[in-house]
Each structure stands twice: as C-alpha cells, then as structure tokens.
C-alpha cells in the first residue's frame, strides 16, 4: 500500500509539474509566435506554390526564406537584411513579396495578398520585441534560396519573355501564314484544331505561353520539341520546310528552347551554368536576296554568306557580316539575310536604325551540300571552300517587294 501510494504521490506531481510548464509555456507565447504558428508555418509546410512563381519560373519559393520557428526565421531575415528593423513596414522581404508581373493573374493576386498580409503582421509583432531585435547574429545556416542570385534573375519570367522576343518572335513571320489568325490559318484550324494557332499578334508573352500550353516545346528534350521537328520536316508538316536545321532562325530557336527548358526544370545550380553570351550580334535584316541558280540544286541545303570589302585593307572581310541558309527550289530560293555584327560597329549603328547593311561592294560566297535530305534533322555539312562566288555592288533594297538578285548561272 505504501508503494502504490508513493506511485501516486509521483504521478500527481508530476502532472502539476507538467502543467506548470505548459502554462509557463503559454504565458511565454508572444502575439507574434501565434501569428508565426497560425498563418507563416502553413507557407512553409504547404505544398502548393507561392505568389513568387508568378514572376520566377524557378530557383525560388517564398518557404526558402522561414525556418521551422519563429525566432530562427526572423533572426535569418534581419541578417540577412530582409527586415528593417527601423521601419519595419517597409522590410525587403515584404518588397519581394509585393513584386509582380505587369498583368497579374487573379489566383497568384489572392495569394500574394494572403502571404503579404501574414508576413507583415509578423513582422511588425516581432520588431516589437527586444529580445529579437538585440539577438546575436543566427549561428544556423540563414534560410534563403538553393540559387545564387545571378541564377535566380535569370529565371525571372520577364528575363525568359526578352530572351523570346529577341531569339523567336522576331521571325514569326515564317510561321505567321498558317499559324496566326487569318484566312489560312482558319483552313487548318477546322481541320486540326485549335492547337494550329499559337501566334497572338502583337502580343508575344501570349505567344509563348501559348507554344508551352500546346505541346509544341519539349522540357525533357528540347531538340525534339515540335517548334523545330516540324519546320524541319522531322515530323509531318502541312506548311513544308521552313527551317534548314543549323541556319540562323534554327540556332535562335533552339538557344531559347534549350535555356527555357533547363530554367523550368531547375537546372542551373550556379553562376558557371548560366549560357554565354554570343559574340556577335545577330539581327534580322529587311533585305530580301532572290538566289536564282540551276534546277540540279533543288533539294540542296544552300548557304549564302555576304563579305564586305574593306578599303583599309583591300580585300574582302574574313568575317561575313550577312547570311542565310535555304533549301534550293527549281528556280532557286529567296530569302531574308540576318546581319552579323560587331557590337558597337558602325556598321551594328546603322543597321539598328535602317534594318539593313550600308550600300558598298560585297561578296556573296555561295556553299552547298548535295546529300542533304529534308527531314534528316542533320545539319547541312557545307565545305570550307565555296562553291560559287559574285562580287557585287549594292545599294541594298528594303521589303521583299524590293528584294535584290543574286544570279548564279
């Protein structure tokens, strides 16, 4: 009896004890940890994603910045400086949180409302307390993104959206006929749907979110992505060939394909991953050439490079400064010349504001492959020596309608 008695006399202590500590507990529970407990924890454990995707396409989320508690998470923001102690209100956390695009969607709104709202009212609680404010500096890793910095801004949707508008829509045109609203276009809409559209006119973030809601880019492998398979023939295509694979237009397309699939997969760890920029400029020009050549090229993959003469030197320029890669036809190929250009040149200068090459004597240096196939999806394997060369004098035309001729025979 004795013993059953001591048994008890422990447990009851131990439950006063217990609550004890539980009310101390409670009484020690801030206005800011129920804040922190009640609307920034469910941020961090849920799985959907934050109002920053709406901006980034990856490398962060709104969680990569709060710890599993509320001090360690406030600690990790004020030194990293993401809450302004000072003026707490206008933290640059709550800044980042406010960022959007132009054109707000209306769910990732509601969202970013909701985490402003909650990371505000936890933060200007918690400011309040000197204990936070006064901490030492956190000794636990500071919570903050995977990605550096650089990584992160090259995910940035706009950044993606430039990069499209500079390597892709500027040579809708090649697909505009069949692929944009218009006469053609509803021909084969009523025949294979809706998915034939993905160019908006005048409108090229609705472009390329169109080119990733109909499948036409492929994340898991970007040179088979049907943006490039069907103008090269790779797979059936009712507008024939519109791209040889290598030529310009190509090499464009499958830059930006390339770098968007590896941004919305994640795959740029660090600074070192990011692409390099090209040397040269490329710009598509408003200079039409008319290539007019025998009937035994049609099929071949033709490359026509322009050199311009140099007066200083007097020869002609080791570099081309135009070029373009087609398929020749029974009565040749036409075509529109994109400018290769040194950045800052005078020659870069000029053809910025006119889209086109100063008038002068060039070269037309003319390359073939006759055992190209259309639809191999190989590159055109030209010799180093051309085939044919015409030196010329121009004063370069403006338009298709002005297109000037380069005759072969």
Partial sequence: MRRKGAWLLVAALTSLTLLFVADVGAKEATPADDVFRSRILPIFR???????????????????????????????????????????????????????PPKPAPLPSVRRAEELAAFETWILEAARDPELRNAPPLEKKLARPKRPDAVIRHARKSRILGAFEELVWADRE??????????KNAKWVKEFGERVTWIVPTDPAATMDLLVDHGLLNRKNPLKSLLLAKPTLQKKHEGGMKLVPGDETYERW???????????????????????????????????????????????AVRLDIHAWDDAAGRWEDRRCAATTRVGGPKGAMARLYLYLVPGSERHRFALEKQS?????????????????????????????????????????????????????
């Fill in 174 to 183: 090649r697909c505009a006929s069949c692929h944009r609203p218009g006469t």
């Fill in 254 to 300: 499958r830059i930006w394909i390339e770098d968007w699939a590896r941004t919305v997969s994640d795959g740029y760890k660090k600074e070192q991953d990011l692409p390099v920029a090209r040397a040269e400029v490329s710009l598509l020009s408003d200079n039409f050439i008319k290539l007019v050549s025998p009937k035994s090229w049609k099929g071949n």
């Fill in 46 to 100: 849920s799985k959907d994603p934050s109002s920053c995707t709406e901006c980034h396409l990856a490398a962060v989320e709104l969680k990569d910045y709060i710890r599993p508690t509320a001090r360690d998470t406030f600690l990790s923001l004020r030194d990293q400086g993401l809450i302004d102690l000072e003026d707490p209100a206008q933290s640059r956390i709550l800044e980042l949180i406010r960022m959007k």
């Fill in 357 to 409: 090459l100063p008038s002068g004597k060039f070269q037309a240096r003319i390359y073939l492959d006759r055992k190209f196939k259309k639809g191999s999806g190989r590159e055109p394997r030209f010799r180093k020596k051309p085939y044919h060369t015409v030196d010329l004098d121009l004063t370069w035309k403006m338009g298709i309608a002005n297109r000037n001729v380069i005759a072969t025979r």
